[in-house]
């Protein structure tokens, strides 16, 4: 089955200053790869996704990237703010075996004002 | 529009007793799925649901049982709770599988003593 494996597992950054996380992902027939903020005590909330067949996309201050080849994508957060603060979670969706969002372990972003 | 309902939001179980966790829909979504989420692990799939009268298990299903009869509705039953089940417990629903992203409750908070 998939396994997403993601880094780091804390990450503290500046406000202003960019904030990057990365995910890699095994089953090569993943196809869709969404990104998840959760605050605390409250549910995970989709931010951002991509699919196979684009590189790139951007939503204001919040991007992502996926390298099919190398089987990798990361999330870039500019000019970060305090209520950035979160645990970010990556997740990569299968199209064979479990038909099933796979997700990562999440990062505790700590944005210092 | 509630989006995904769960309830309850806490519970403390005694070993060996059995209960279920409620969640509900109103977006006429026919995906829905159940996580677990413990510290450094993620959310791990329990088990999920394409439409009415359709289960299947997910990666972490022993002890757990579901059923779909409405599309609204995707109760989780634990059969004998176990210490091992203490977890925060979210439903998920989405409009397909991996054609978007998964609409998430804002979780059960479950202690096994």
């Known amino acids: 089955g998939e396994n997403v494996e993601q880094h780091p597992s804390t990450l503290s950054v500046q406000e202003g200053d960019s904030a990057v996380i990365k995910c890699t992902y095994s089953d090569s027939a993943s196809n869709y790869f969404p990104w998840y903020k959760q605050e605390l005590g409250k549910g995970p909330q989709l931010i951002i996704d991509?699919?196979?067949?684009?590189g790139e996309k951007k939503d204001q201050r919040i991007a992502v990237t996926l390298n099919k080849t190398a089987k990798h994508f990361s999330l870039h957060i500019t000019e970060t703010q305090p209520e950035d603060s979160a645990v970010y979670f990556c997740?990569?969706?299968?199209?064979?075996?479990?038909?099933?969002?796979?997700f990562g372990s999440g990062t505790r972003l700590q944005v210092q004002p | 529009n509630a989006g995904v309902t769960q309830t309850p939001k806490f519970q403390v179980l005694k070993t060996g007793q059995s209960m279920t966790l409620q969640c509900a829909q109103d977006m006429n979504h026919e995906y829905m799925s159940w996580y677990r989420q413990d510290p450094g692990m993620g959310l791990r799939l329990i088990h999920y649901?394409?439409?009415?009268?359709?289960?299947d298990q997910g990666e972490v299903p022993n002890g757990y049982n579901v059923s779909r009869s409405t599309t609204e509705d995707f109760p989780l039953r634990l059969l004998s709770a176990a210490p091992s089940q203490t977890s925060v417990y979210f439903c998920?629903?989405?409009?397909?599988?991996?054609?978007?992203?998964?609409?998430f409750g804002s979780g059960t908070r479950l202690t096994v003593v």
């Open positions: 991509i699919r196979s067949n684009v």
């Open positions: 997740a990569a969706f299968s199209g064979t075996g479990r038909r099933a969002l796979t």
């Open positions: 998920a629903s989405s409009y397909s599988q991996g054609a978007g992203g998964y609409t």
């Open positions: 649901s394409v439409g009415a009268g359709i289960t």
